[in-house]
């Protein structure tokens, strides 16, 4: 046998008698008893430290345990009152807001007037939506409005929109479609009804987004329907296959 494994079997004998030493019975209960004392040790000052914070109008430290309490400015009765959970869930008054009875005709399509296409776009898009702008102002004789750095009006994020007349809209659509660049598009048409207009009777190409549009009108007389003005030229000629 080699020195190099008696000295093995030296270390491994050693290693052998730690482990029964740690597992025997006196030094298991010499563990336990250590472990009791130093849990009942930060017990005790997890008590002091929260007597403490709760003198000190503090909240206690995470993972201390503590009841919850009352605000210490709580004063005054709730101006809902106490009984609010036993209300039962309300059906609505109406399909959509405003609107009392189901209309009894469908309305004609004769009364869309013209179109507008909100596009929106972020400080990630709006190179995506500057190059969709120049495509479209270079295609479509289009009512080009402003950059919208900000929301405005009933769009809650960034935009630019342009209005179209009815005869654009089966080419312009499938165009829009086509040629998003990933871009979130609102397509409305412009009636009487300007809330109706962005709520329910909108068309969206790829994702939807909130639009803020519950407060504008219901109704408006048939001289502030949005009509449409062109404003750009078409440079170049639509792409067909």
């Known amino acids: 046998m080699s020195k190099s494994s008696d000295t093995r079997r030296s270390a491994e004998a050693e290693t052998d008698q730690d482990w029964a030493d740690l597992l025997s019975p006196g030094r298991r209960n010499l563990l336990v008893g250590s472990g009791l004392a130093v849990a009942a040790g930060l ?9 403490q914070a709760q003198a000190q109008g503090r909240a206690p430290r995470s993972g201390a345990a503590a009841a919850p309490s009352t605000p210490r400015n709580a004063t005054g009765r709730s101006p809902w ?8 869930a309300a059906q609505p008054v ?6 009392q009875t189901l209309p009894s005709l469908p309305r004609a ?7 507008h296409a909100h596009i929106y776009f972020d400080e990630d898009t709006y190179e995506k939506a500057a190059l969709l702008r120049k495509w479209a102002t270079e295609r479509f004789p289009v009512e080009l409005g402003n950059w919208n750095l900000e929301p405005r009006g009933p769009h809650v994020t960034p935009s630019f929109y342009f ?21 979130t598009i609102l397509l ?6 300007p809330r109706a207009d962005h709520l329910y009777y909108a068309l969206w190409v790829n994702r939807a987004q909130p639009v803020n549009a519950y407060s504008m009108a219901s109704h408006v007389s048939d ?19």
């Open 163 to 183: 209005g179209f007349s009815n005869e654009l809209l089966p080419t312009l659509v499938p165009w829009l479609q086509l040629n998003s660049l990933g871009l």
């Open 109 to 115: 399509y004769t009364d869309i007037k013209s179109y």
């Open 188 to 193: 409305h048409p412009n009636t009487n009804d």
């Open 43 to 51: 017990v005790a000052n997890a008590g002091v430290a929260q007597a």
């Open 94 to 99: 109406s399909v959509r807001p405003g609107e």
């Open 223 to 241: 001289d502030r329907i949005e009509v449409i003005f062109p404003n750009v030229t078409p440079s170049v000629p639509l792409e067909t296959t």
């Open 81 to 88: 009152g106490y009984e609010t959970y036993k209300e039962p």
